[in-house]
């Protein structure tokens, strides 16, 4: 399937553009990327997302859809005879926007603190609350693929794409803190299934290589260092 | 004989500003029972009439906005029936719908809402969130908050969550929009509404000084955006009450505590909103589910208090 009035406003590292890339390529939409630096293009930023002003932002036929989650059910719906996203039952539905909701309201945003954090007592403090999410993950794993290789079954779903985006961030705060957080011994169902996932075809032709996010990284971390934006 | 196994007692109830109710008791006996079950019942312990208190579904067998119906549930669920003595079980078993909710939740408000608007029966549970009880743990273990939705045993937390969940099990009068990009829309909003007015809101009457300044002009901000948004139509879903005006509603029972704790007046700066309110609670469904303004502002009196805010 093929459109040729989509536009994706996003930068090449962030895992919230990844989703948007992730759910377009399931569906196979052909799309113009713009790799957005925010201070560069800030009048588009400005004009398709004047309230949060943020990335990524999908813009179909002139008309702009924001927020990672809301974009990724948007594709799912606009483009209905495609392969699902969502799963087709009303409650694991629900489960999947659920978990979804908390990976972005309470887990995630706990690895970008632990990365740019140096106090030992905030790391330990913020591991300990990593481990025990990843744990609950764990659990949803296991309830929602129900003995299948994904969170959405046999194909990458919602939530597979909700949490496989951010795995790459999670691998360079791993490297950088030096801690192992998604452990084999401790959560394997999970950890079989981010090996899976980066494994497959189509992800690997959306999200960044590490070693590209580890450089970023460092640039990020001197520019903090250096006094950010002023 | 009647599987259903419930007995509903139904009688008026007034409230009272300290929210006890008392009732005029007029017994109504729905449904037939076996003798073992009026026995089960008056020997039940934690099954019995102290569990629960519940308004009926909206709409469908709505005997007055006063009325509240108890539910003493048998303790036995209906899906463990033995199938030989009860040759009913084989026909569908009518939909278990439970709400773990609070008076003056917002949140709980909008499941209100949108149970009411779609006309389904279910059992309302007031819970005690000083002192939360074990079920509530159970069906929510990660976040321990209502409102909690429990659909024939199995639960659904977080309100935009199971309104959407509402809107797509119960297909008759639709919430959210059938056009894709009218739904991101609306979802837009709505987490826009989550995002800026509930936690502006909660600063205003938590906090002092500069910082209460600076959520008053975040919560006025926020309105005001939204009062665009709103532009000329009647509703946020346009002609017909939706996903939108649902999500927003419920927080205009707390503007009154907002505005007195916070000394202003939204309708100073949003005067299209508090049209578009007072539009809205003349829907049955929301006049029904919103909590007193009042009683609301007595209730944050009894927080500030016990949060040691001034």
Redesign the interface.
């Known amino acids: 399937m093929e459109a040729s009035d989509v536009t994706l406003l996003g930068m090449w590292a962030c895992p919230y553009v990844n989703r948007a890339q992730l759910a377009l390529k399931i569906k196979s939409i052909t799309y113009e990327f713009i790799d957005d630096n925010p201070h560069e293009r800030r009048e588009m930023l400005l004009k398709y997302n004047p309230?949060h002003k943020k990335i990524p932002i999908l813009i179909?036929g002139d008309?702009p859809?924001?927020?990672s989650l809301?974009?990724v059910?948007?594709i799912d719906?606009?483009w209905a005879n495609g392969p699902s996203i969502l799963p087709s039952d009303?409650?694991d539905?629900?489960l999947a926007?659920?978990w979804a909701?908390?990976i972005d309201d309470k887990w995630y945003p706990l690895v970008k603190v632990l990365r740019q954090t140096e106090k030992q007592e905030e790391r330990t403090s913020l591991i300990q609350k990593l481990s025990e999410g990843l744990m609950?993950l764990e659990e949803a794993f296991v309830n929602c693929s129900k003995g299948k290789p994904y969170f959405g079954g046999d194909n990458i779903g919602y939530l597979d794409i909700v949490l496989g985006s951010v795995l790459g961030w999670l691998r360079v705060t791993e490297i950088v803190v030096e801690v192992q957080l998604l452990d084999e011994t401790k959560t394997p169902g999970l950890a079989k299934w981010a090996d899976r996932f980066c494994s497959d075809d189509a992800v690997k032709d959306v999200l960044p290589e590490i070693d590209s996010l580890l450089e970023l990284n460092k640039k990020i971390q001197a520019f903090i260092k250096a006094g950010g934006f002023k | 004989m009647d599987d259903q196994r419930r007995l509903v007692v139904t009688g008026q109830a007034v409230s009272s500003p300290t929210m006890l109710f008392y009732f005029r008791f007029g017994w109504s006996l729905i449904h037939m029972f076996r003798s073992e079950l009026w026995k089960d019942l008056v020997e039940a312990g934690s099954g019995g009439p102290t569990m629960a208190y519940g308004r009926g579904g909206g709409g469908r067998n709505n005997k007055g906005s006063n009325l509240l119906e108890l539910v003493y549930l048998d303790p036995v669920s209906p899906y463990s029936l033995d199938p030989e003595s009860n040759p009913k079980q084989e026909e569908k078993m009518l939909d278990e719908v439970i709400l773990l909710d609070a008076y003056f939740s917002m949140f709980g408000m909008r499941v209100r809402i949108a149970l009411a608007e779609k006309g389904v029966e279910y059992e309302y549970r007031e819970q005690n969130l000083l002192n939360k009880g074990q079920y509530l743990l159970d069906m929510n273990p990660i976040h321990k908050k209502i409102p909690v939705l429990i659909h024939n045993g199995k639960p659904i937390c977080e309100s935009l969550i199971i309104v959407e969940y509402i809107d797509e099990v119960w297909k008759n009068n639709p919430l959210l929009p059938s056009d894709p990009y009218q739904r991101a829309q609306a979802r837009f909003w709505a987490d826009f509404i989550d995002k800026k007015v509930n936690d502006a809101g909660k600063r205003i009457w938590y906090l002092k000084g500069e910082q209460q300044q600076a959520a008053k002009e975040e919560f006025i901000d926020a309105l005001q955006l939204l009062e665009t948004e709103l532009g000329d139509k009647p509703y946020f879903g346009g002609d017909k009450f939706g996903f939108v005006d649902l999500a927003l509603i419920p927080f205009y029972c707390w503007f009154h505590a907002y505005e007195t704790f916070g000394n202003f007046s939204t309708e100073e700066h949003c005067p299209k909103l508090i049209e578009w309110a007072e539009r809205c609670e003349k829907i049955e469904s929301v006049s029904k589910s919103l909590a007193c303004p009042i009683k609301v502002y007595e209730f944050v009196l009894i927080l500030k208090k016990k949060y040691g805010v001034k």
């Open positions: 309230v179909h008309k859809v924001c927020e809301i974009i059910q948007y719906d606009a009303a409650y539905r629900a926007r659920f909701a908390y609950l």
